[in-house]
Each structure stands twice: as C-alpha cells, then as structure tokens.
C-alpha cells in the first residue's frame, strides 16, 4: 500500500515506466541507493552514475523509507554481504580431488545396490 507524502518530487508512482532522461541526454536508470541512509530506496540517476563524466542528475522514485525498515535492510544486506562471503571462503577451501574420489566411491556403491536389487 502506498501512501501519499508530502514529500512529493513530482513523480508518482503512476509516472516510473516514463523513463526520464538526466542532463547528458540519456535516459536514465533506475538505481537502488546503497548508502545507509537511504538503503533501498529507488531512484533515477545519470546514465553514468557514479562514474566519469557524470551529471548528477538525482531524483527520488521512492518516498522517504521508514527509519525501522530501513534499518532492517541495511542489517539484511550486512548480513546477505557476510553470508557471501563466508560461503565464498569455504568454496576456496574445498579440495576438488577429494570430491571427486567421493564421488567415485558412490558410484561404486549405486553399481552393487543395482546388481543387489537385479
Ligand atoms: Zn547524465
């Protein structure tokens, strides 16, 4: 549910698929901000956002995120970012050999449970 703000940039909801074009000309994405403050928030940014030769262009899709949820995604995405990388430590630790020798073992084993069972 939507609910209608003051804070009002001059575009609803209703105007998001008009794709606005920022100050180079060229139409401008939808971003999601990463920045604490208003994590998860949308907005629409320069083609070249962040990057060389950028305009600055900067305008809101999203209302203002309550405090409480906002809070609540910067924690999910800490928590996504620790997940990730812990899951990626423990991928560099895993010996490929010893999976593969694993793997043959069982398929030795599903060779004698298929002639058991035949
Ligand atoms: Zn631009």
Redesign the pocket.
């Known amino acids: 549910m939507r609910v209608p703000t003051s804070e009002s940039n001059g575009v609803t909801p209703n105007e998001v698929n008009s794709e606005p074009t920022?100050?180079?000309g060229?139409q401008s994405p939808i971003l999601i901000a990463k920045t604490r403050k208003n994590a998860g928030r949308r907005f629409h940014g320069?083609?070249?956002f962040d990057g060389p030769g950028?305009?600055n262009?900067f305008m809101w899709i999203d209302s203002k995120i309550p405090d409480h949820a906002r809070d609540m995604i910067v924690d999910l995405l800490e928590r996504n970012q620790a997940l990730g990388e812990s899951s990626q430590s423990r991928r560099d630790k895993v010996n490929v050999s010893l999976l593969l020798t694993e793997m043959k073992t069982q398929k030795a084993k599903n060779g004698r449970l298929k002639k058991e069972l035949a």
Do not use: E, G, I, R
Request: aromatic letters at 20%.
């Open positions: 920022c100050y180079c060229l320069c083609a070249k950028c305009c262009f």
